[in-house]
């Protein structure tokens, strides 16, 4: 064991700080709360309690927008086509719309109360009398449903692309729902759809016990938003939004992933869709069309993408501009008007001026303020200067001992490459190239640039599909396995060029790292269970402790965005990202490129020490006396070949390693 | 009418409506190819181009269904008011390239498209607010005059639409394969950091490509209006996003799978109005553009766009 470890609780920031701030935000959380159940009884308005039920089916749908477009950076130009199945949903179950025949297989659910047998005229109908309440669940899990039918093909597309794609499918959806009628009654919209009941007493057509209904699923899904967000699914879906292919190499199954986001996001839009319907007991096709989509969008760029209380403070906003404000600012200009005779100003009509603000708005605040009016992330604090100026202390190693790695018996053959060769149309970037390292090894790959270095790497990690040849790691075949199926597997890697996710925390890249080692799915993201926590909290403790690797140069900024972090600690942040995910074997591409000589040497004293833990490391780089001090077999690349194996001072003697260095015709001095 | 008949006037149809699906697909094909932005602006700059040349042609005292001028003062004046609609649009088109895209140009992630759909939105409302919600009617200056193609029937407005986009086509494909400018373009297309190194100035090239773009979408507008004889604030969308598809269906960046695209989407749009029904010719559409997105995402003709690293 090495003899750097150092006790490291000194650098963490205040904990004060974050606790006064959680009570401030509890105090008002609990604020907002009381304001909203009060409104009601201060306003008793019915138009007015109207409008702010209207407000809260927007906040729900920007919610649920939110999940798709803030957290995951998937743009969803056809949100509202979920919005309409939801809607639908309930509307056709509680409506007259559909009267199949009576017959005696109906009895079972007629006996659930879900349908009731009706006589129209002297011939038995079904009448489905599905319930609000059941449908509300119901509904949503329908337009997830819908989400992973739409996302399944899509997802893969790049993202302006899917933007299109969704924006096909927002067509589809109401000119399908136009044209079915026998279904949907058409244009002419469902009618007569069930008020919802509860205790016996339906809701009717007073707009209170609505306007309750929506404040309680808006604190439903801004609970279930928040604790999606700040779990191993939330961290998914930003690193996702940040860097699709890093997040694919850290172990994140892409598709699964934005599937979820789609899916969670279509979910919301139903259970809005069916409240809606509810609410309004009509639907119609219009009601669901791009300009719908658009608004909420709107909504959630206003508020701040990303950001929870942004996204429903944008809808509230937009709500009581279209509501409230304009008709009001409307009668302030006729009455001026009316004062001073101008028949022009008598004319003016704001309320169709919406869509007008709404463009402006959507231009404005994407040209000058692009995190909205809540941004998601707030600045953390600079470092203090004691602690920008901190005694630089060498990291240590203590517990790594949970490293994949421990479990490995060092001598055996870890990875073994058989004539992988790679092709991008006529150019051949790897040629049959072979390649064996034992387990506990240091293996150097070098050779002049374009020598297919970093092709090597990503055909090994999954990222890119070899033409011919096969990988075997720890005795299972690997060749074309998916990249994050690959990290699971026990390989880790770097990438020449750092693909961290900027605008997540240190602490958060690293946590990121750790997702394929991670259980916690959606639903248990949402309750929090004991096991989540746990989960969580060991997650956290791994995470400081590799970061502890390198002492005091990260652990003070556990909270900083890495992309404010400097070139060399965004290197150590990133090989503390793959060691998170407990590799057997890391990939370190260039690790000490761009470094000063006293940090190259520190780092490669730490990648010495993580390989005497028993990690075995393939690493390229350019430093030779970097690789002669930790490799014990190099093998040299050049134009997709091998040309050379064997101990760095071997490898410095070929003539044809020589050669390929210094250039072809010159004869060497 | 005969059954071959029918199909054959449903193509001559679908070739005019292939036309402006064509003009206006360039638009999105340049922009796209060069800057991998998806311009939801050009929807409507496209409308707003119809508009213009309505003006335009009102303003030279052609309105309604009358035949006022024939001979050359009718070509001149619809000359003009193409040239005056192409250079206006061009230039609405570089107006919005210069003060809401280029800030954002290097902005990661889905800015510059969320913001052209906000400019997208502003044209439509200015129309809406400014014209009025009603369907304007376009003038029709041409003459009455048809051809009789077994047993379908050509108009001239028709051959003159063809002919003139096909002109335009053409010049623009002359343009980017063959001068300075559009070697720039191409350069820029394939790889931007590249060109700038090797001295091409980006931002002339992002301008030039939404002036033609913007131009042809005008001239797509005003045929539009001659077409249909009308023309209305909300022709952008519909227009806008076949035209979409038929960008990717020929390869989106690809000037001639534009072209082609855009006649296909025209064809099928005629065909199927004809041979399905017309409330399912844009589930039709918009189905192709999913399909085409998912299974061959580079198109019929065309090659990848160059993914940004």
Known sequence: MDTLAEPRQTDTPPPGSSSRRRAAEAAGTVAVFAFAMLFPVLIQNQADIDSAANALSYALLALGLNIVVGFAGLLDLGYAAFFAIGAYAYG??????????????????????????????????????????????????????????????????????????????????????????????????????????????????????YYYVGVGLTVLLIFVSIRLRDSRIGRAWMAIREDEVAAHAMGIDRTRTKLLAFAVGAGFAGMTGTYYVAKLQTATPDMFN????????????????????????????????????????????????????????????????????????????????RDGLIPARRRTPALSLAQQHAEVRRGGITGLGALGAAAAVPGGPLLEIHGITKRFGGLVALKSVDLALTEGDILAVIGPNGSGKSTLFNVITGLSKPDDGGIV?????????????????????????????????????????????????????????????????????????????????????????????????????????????????????????????????????????????????????????????????VVVLDHGEKIAEGSPREVRQNEQVLRAYLGRSTQVA | MTPSALFLQQVINGLSLGAMYSLLALGFTLVYGILELINFSHFNVFMVGSFIAMWVLQFFGLSGQQVILTGWPLLGVLGAALLITMLATGLLGVGIERFSLRPLRNVPGPVAMITTIGISYILFNVILLTVGAETKNFPNPLPMVKWHVGGAVVELREVLIWAISL??????????????????????????????????????????????????????????????????????????????????????????GAMVGGVMIGLIESLSGQYIAVRWSDVIIFSILVLILVFRPAGLFGRLAPTKS
């Open chain 1, 473 to 633: 790691f720890a005795g299972r075949d690997i060749t074309g396995l998916a990249a994050h199926l690959v990290t699971r597997a026990g390989v880790a890697r770097t990438f020449q060029n750092i693909r961290l996710f900027p605008e997540l925390t240190v602490l958060e890249n690293v946590l990121v790292g750790e997702h394929c080692r991670l259980r916690t799915g959606p639903l248990r993201a949402v309750l929090r269970t004991p096991g989540t926590r746990r989960e969580e909290r060991e997650a956290r403790e791994w995470a400081a402790e590799v970061l502890g690797i390198f002492g005091n140069r990260l652990l003070p900024r556990l909270s900083q965005p890495v992309r404010e972090l400097s070139y060399a600690n965004r290197r150590r942040v990133e090989i503390a990202r793959a060691i998170a995910s407990r590799p057997r074997l890391l990939l370190l591409d260039e690790p000490t490129a761009g470094m000063n000589p006293a940090e190259t040497l520190e780092l490669a004293e730490q990648i010495g020490s993580l390989n005497r833990l028993g990690l075995s490391i393939l690493l390229i780089e350019h430093k030779l006396d970097v690789v002669t001090q930790l490799a014990g077999k």
């Open chain 2, 167 to 256: 002109v335009l086509m053409l010049l623009l494909q002359f343009f980017v394969q063959r001068s300075r400018l559009g070697k720039a373009m191409r350069a820029t297309a394939q790889d931007p950091e590249a060109a700038r190194m090797m001295g091409v100035e980006v931002d002339r090239v992002v301008i030039t490509a939404f002036f033609l773009g913007s131009a042809l979408a005008g001239a797509g507008g005003m045929f539009f209006g001659l077409y249909y004889n009308f023309t209305s604030f909300l022709i952008g969308y519909t227009a806008g996003l076949r035209a979409f598809t038929a960008a990717v269906l020929g390869g989106i960046g690809s000037v001639p």
């Open chain 1, 92 to 209: 056709i179950l509680s409506s007259w719309q559909l009267t199949p025949p009576w017959s005696a297989s109906w009895q079972p659910l007629a006996s659930l109360g879900l349908v009731a047998r009706v006589m129209q005229g002297n011939a038995a109908v079904v009448h489905f009398t599905f319930s609000f309440w059941l449908m509300l669940p119901l509904s949503g899990l329908i337009a997830a449903g819908f989400g992973v039918l739409f996302g399944a093909p899509t997802l893969r597309l790049k993202g302006d692309y899917l933007a299109i794609v969704t924006l096909g499918f927002g067509e589809i959806v109401p000119i399908v729902v136009r044209n079915w009628s026998s279904l949907t009654n058409g244009a002419a919209g469902l009618n007569g759809v069930a008020a919802p009941m509860l205790f016996g007493h339906s809701f009717g057509i007073d707009a209170t016990p």
């Open chain 1, 290 to 369: 791009f300009n719908v989509s658009v608004m909420i969008l709107v909504m959630v760029v206003l508020g701040g993408l990303g950001s929870v209380w942004g996204v429903v403070v944008g809808a509230m906003l937009l709500q009581l501009l279209q509501s409230w404000f304009l008709p009001d600012l409307t009668g302030w200009i006729h009455a001026l008007g009316r004062a001073v005779g101008s028949a022009g100003l008598q004319s003016v009509q704001l309320a169709q001026a919406s869509e007008l603000i709404f463009g402006i708005i959507l231009v404005t605040m994407m040209l000058y303020r």
